[in-house]
């Protein structure tokens, strides 16, 4: 019940224009056929007639006949028009529409530029500007701080090893040519011998330095 005296929509106006439209089309489509329907009667009236030898009869007819033609011509014409008028009233709907999409846009665009302060969004930007250079400037110093330890940590571990290396293969290249020492806080006779003999010069740690490619 509250349906019927709903207000009308603009859409439902153009639905039932577009219904009324079509039916106007329908109607004149089913006139042309019937004036078609009576013209070859009509023609075939006048055959007929002109064979009877009825000449009055075959100009009354002819006449009628060029009115109906003409009719019939008149329907093309109405139904262009009808045509026309069915797209004009789509066109105009679609930029109704249009016009009620950007007139949306517009006052939502309204709604938040008053909302929005231009000063308090730059500054906004500007600190998150500041801040993220500051963030990307930390975090270079504390990779560039990391880098110099692992770096470093590396050197020395890689230094130890070989000094460990060189110092292992001297062990054992002049192992064989050490005696048992004197026990610490003990004096042997012959211990200044013994120790002297187990004294490795200076000459000879390098030349096992060398060797191994250690300047």
């Known amino acids: 019940m509250a349906s019927l005296f709903k207000k009308k929509t603009v859409d439902d106006i153009i639905k039932e224009q577009g219904r009324e439209l079509r039916g106007t089309q329908r109607q004149i489509t089913r006139d042309r056929a019937a004036l078609e329907k009576q013209e070859k009667q009509m023609e075939a ?72 302060d231009p000063q308090k969004t730059l500054k906004t930007m500007q600190d998150f500007q500041k801040e993220n250079m500051k963030m990307g400037m930390t975090e270079e110093m504390i990779n560039d701080t990391l880098d110099d330890i692992f770096d470093e940590s590396g050197d020395e571990e890689e230094s130890q090893d070989i000094v460990n290396q060189v110092l292992d293969e001297i062990g054992i290249e002049i192992s064989g040519k050490m005696v048992r020492a004197p026990a610490a806080g003990k004096s042997l006779p012959g211990a200044a011998a013994s120790s002297k003999s187990a004294t490795i010069s200076d000459e000879e740690i390098e030349r096992q330095l060398k060797a191994l490619g250690v300047d």
Do not use: F
């Not at 014409?77 to 950007?102: D, E, F, I, L, R």
């Open 45 to 116: 009236e006048i055959k007929k007639m002109a064979k009877s030898g009825n000449r009055e009869a075959c100009k009354i007819l002819a006449k009628q006949l060029v009115q109906l033609r003409k009719q019939k011509n008149r329907t093309y014409a109405v139904s262009s028009k009808v045509t026309s008028m069915s797209t004009q009233t789509k066109v105009m709907n679609s930029q109704m529409k249009m016009a009620g999409a950007m007139s949306t846009t517009a006052k939502t665009m309204q709604a938040v530029n008053k909302k929005m």
